[in-house]
């Protein structure tokens, strides 16, 4: 099983930036995906964005299209997420998450097989 960990979480004003990052370690290649997904209380676990470890292909949740962008370093086996021009609504914990194909059900969290511990992001108003 893989194991996450991730960082660059915290607190920042809206219109402000932040930058998270996953390390992977024991990936085993078979399932090429990995994503962001975000939990605020009270609500259920959505789909923020995943990539491909292979093709650097992505997809985005509609929420942060055009705000947020996902990139992967194969060497370092890491995944970040940039997030610009946050929002207060942006508020979340955020996990990584592995081991899903990357195809058409890629933004459904039961297809990862992997998670991190999770990461707070308050973007205050």
């Known amino acids: 099983q893989v194991q996450l960990v991730e960082s660059g979480g915290g607190l920042v004003q809206a219109g402000g930036s932040l930058r998270l990052s996953c390390a992977a370690s024991g990936r085993t290649f078979s399932r090429n995906a990995m994503g962001w997904f975000r939990q605020a209380p009270g609500k259920e676990r959505e789909f923020v964005a995943a990539?491909?470890?292979?093709?650097?292909?992505?997809y985005y949740g509609d929420s942060v299209k055009g705000r947020f962008t996902i990139s992967r370093d194969n060497a370092k086996n890491t995944v970040y997420l940039q997030m610009n021009s946050l929002k207060p609504e942006d508020t979340a914990v955020y996990y990584c998450?592995?081991?899903?194909?990357?195809?058409?059900?890629?933004?459904?969290?039961?297809?990862?097989?992997?998670w991190g511990q999770g990461t707070q992001v308050t973007v205050s108003s």
């Open positions: 990539i491909s470890w292979s093709s650097g292909s992505t």
């Open positions: 998450a592995a081991e899903a194909v990357f195809g058409p059900a890629v933004g459904d969290p039961s297809e990862y097989d992997s």
